[in-house]
């Protein structure tokens, strides 16, 4: 499973929500009342973590900008890159001309352009990660180049590859504010989410109740650096075996590096916890290198469980 880039780690990982000066927010957490929180234990707590990972460890590469808005050239392979992925691509598809687009493994995707309003329709597109696209992404947006509001409402978005088949429902909103200067940019990316996410294999949810990041990014001669904290809750339902509310609160900012030339992509540093009925702590101890730690309720101190090394390597 292809990781990275860590400009779309920034975005989700772990801050603030955003102000959309007037577009239609999210209607709130009202998913985590009467919800109890999910228990945590020591043998649950890495499969818990890798089920986060993969719901906010973004794999996208701002491709659709690269490309110029060619949906051919999209590199999606998870649920956390689409996620990431088509928001920060309004801009450019705004600018596109309508049409239909080849999947480089098959099948098509249709763009059609109205003024503010984007719309993109999957019918079995595979990506070039080898990830098939089936469904809608509806967008609208106010934007002077970078810079403004987005809201994308996905609705019934397939996502499928060798990790699982999933669908995703629900709004996504982003405000991105990016100056130019000699040699790059820099730019402050805010989203909040309240999509649900639904396990195709077996009907098991999970709902993105408040979620919200904040990233400051500076883009430099081909270099990406920045940090970025997010937070919110992720209600569970049956969604691979676990049930119940667990909190992401950010404990230190994430710093990462992106190459744009090689796509190599770098977590430098950074701490997050998931907290329900017990605490679990990711934080970075080498670059892309995640640890993994445990407080079961009743416990005083964490126990290391093992690490994750999140570098990309699946280069194709």
Not at 92 to 103: C, I, Q, T
Not at 128 to 136: A, K, P, Q, V
Not at 222 to 234: C, K, P, Y
């Amino acid at each position: 499973m292809r990781i990275l880039s860590v400009f779309f780690v920034s975005l989700l990982l772990c801050g603030c929500g955003s102000s959309l000066d007037g577009l239609n927010e999210p209607s709130g957490s009202t998913g985590q009342r009467g919800s109890a929180p999910l228990v945590v234990t020591a043998q649950n707590a890495l499969p818990i973590s890798a089920a986060v990972a993969q719901l906010t460890v973004p794999s996208g590469r701002h491709s659709l900008e690269v490309a110029g808005g060619d949906l051919s050239q999209i590199e999606i392979d998870g649920v956390a890159a689409v996620l990431v992925e088509l928001p920060l691509a309004f801009p450019v598809l705004d600018e596109a001309p309508s049409g239909n687009f080849a999947g480089p493994g098959g099948g098509s995707a249709s763009l059609t352009v109205s003024g503010p309003d984007v719309s993109i329709a999957f019918s079995g597109f595979v990506t070039h990660d080898r990830t098939r696209l089936n469904g809608r992404a509806q967008m609208t947006g106010r934007v002077d180049g970078y810079n403004g509001n987005v809201l994308v409402t996905f609705d019934g978005l397939e996502i499928a590859n060798e990790d699982g088949d999933y669908i995703i429902d629900g709004p996504v909103t982003l405000a991105i504010n990016r100056v130019e200067f000699t040699g790059g940019h820099e730019e402050r990316v805010e989203r909040t989410m309240e999509v649900t996410v639904t396990d195709a294999s077996n009907g098991g949810t999970v709902e993105f109740v408040g979620g919200t990041s904040e990233s400051d990014i500076v883009t430099e001669n081909g270099i990406q650096t920045g940090v970025s904290t997010s937070a919110g809750e992720l209600l569970f339902r049956n969604y691979k075996g676990l049930n119940g509310l667990l909190r992401r609160v950010p404990a230190e900012p994430f710093r990462f590096t992106v190459n744009e030339a090689t796509l190599v992509s770098t977590v430098l540093s950074g701490e997050a916890d998931l907290v329900g009925d017990g605490v679990i702590r990711r934080r970075v101890i080498s670059p892309n290198v995640f640890e993994v730690a445990v407080r079961p309720r009743g416990a005083t101190e964490f126990q290391v469980l093992g690490v994750t090394n999140i570098s990309d390597v699946d280069e194709d």
